[in-house]
């Protein structure tokens, strides 16, 4: 469902966000609401199966540090 959002901004940044909408063949809005999508856990979730979203989370831990190269050790060791 669609409603109506009023934002106020400086004008200079209305023309700015009218020229690229112009540009780009959509609406201000749209721009907006992309935006918001891509910003927020929200818009990805909605990309995910529901399986990998209800995951989301689960392995959050800022004391442990992984990247590609430790999943590859770690993958190494186990089949190794």
Do not use: W
């Not at 106020?8 to 999508?37: D, H, N, P, Q, W």
């Not at 442990?64 to 590859?72: A, K, N, R």
């Amino acid at each position: 469902m669609q409603t109506k959002l009023t934002l106020r901004m400086e004008e200079a940044l209305i023309r700015k966000a009218k020229r690229i909408a112009r540009r780009k063949g959509t609406s201000v809005s749209k721009i907006f609401g992309e935006y918001i999508k891509k910003e927020s856990d929200e818009g990805l979730d909605d990309e995910l199966p529901p399986i990998t979203s209800s995951m989301l989370g689960v392995l959050k831990n800022d004391s442990v540090e992984v990247d590609e190269g430790s999943y590859h050790k770690q993958l190494e060791e186990k089949y190794l």
